[in-house]
């Protein structure tokens, strides 16, 4: 898993609530990355980070925010939960040291979020 | 079309080889990548290709690269039960990947 930890593993919420998801890695690399799993789309990007405080949005941005206030740490928050939200949350990270711009990812376990 | 387009499921019997398409829109990627993904797990990369290569050989998987048709597969030979996953092409873009929806491989004894 790449060293690669995401929190929670499962979560319920109700439709409204504030979220926030957790990354953290030990590899010490410079890009993270949000992407959700849903039947019939595969993997869309979220948001991803090329550095402390560097943030872009991805393909399905919208009710989504993230900050990196470290190097290890990339947080993905839902301001007000909503049903079309329920999904499986990937994070992954890729740009270690001698890695190229495009380098492999290397993805987290998930985070299985339920809105109720 | 889809940026990146699979078939959705491949059923093959133990033993045979088992070869997973995709095909892709955009050529200036600079690598193509094949993941797998066990149920309840996230994606495990399993090999990829630079776009100026033809092919790549990993024990027991093969890459094909057709950069003109714009088309990639993944070939696994003496496929095992184990094999059994989904399987996602990928193309690296600007910093990030674009997938495609994943083959579902279906092994059976």
């Known amino acids: 898993d790449a060293g690669i930890t995401q929190s929670p593993r499962h979560k319920v919420t109700e439709t409204g609530t504030p979220v926030t998801l957790r990354c953290h890695q030990t590899?010490?690399?410079?890009?993270m990355y949000w992407y959700r799993q849903d039947p019939g789309h595969g993997l869309r990007l979220i948001h991803y980070?090329?550095?402390?405080?560097?943030?872009d949005k991805g393909e399905v941005s919208d009710g989504y925010s993230v900050s990196r206030s470290k190097t290890e740490d990339f947080l993905l928050t839902l301001e007000s939960a909503t049903s079309s939200q329920t999904s499986v949350y990937f994070c992954?990270?890729?740009?270690?040291?001698?890695?190229?711009?495009?380098?492999?990812?290397?993805f987290g376990n998930g985070t299985r979020l339920t809105v109720t | 079309g889809e940026d990146v387009e699979q078939s959705l499921f491949l059923s093959v019997r133990e033993g045979d080889s088992s070869v997973i398409n995709c095909t892709y829109t955009?050529?200036?990627?600079?690598?193509l990548y094949w993941y797998k993904q066990e149920p309840g797990a996230g994606l495990q990369l399993l090999t990829y290709i630079f776009s100026n290569m033809d092919m790549k050989q990993d024990q027991r998987l093969t890459v094909l690269l057709n950069k003109k048709d714009k088309h990639l597969s993944l070939r696994i030979a003496d496929t095992q039960t184990g094999d059994s996953a989904i399987y996602f092409c990928g193309r690296s873009s600007q910093g990030n990947l674009i997938f495609g929806k994943g083959t579902k491989l279906s092994v059976k004894p």
């Open positions: 590899e010490n690399h410079r890009y």
């Open positions: 955009d050529s200036s990627s600079t690598y």
């Open positions: 980070s090329y550095g402390v405080k560097d943030t």
């Open positions: 992954a990270i890729s740009g270690g040291p001698g890695d190229s711009y495009n380098s492999p990812l290397h």
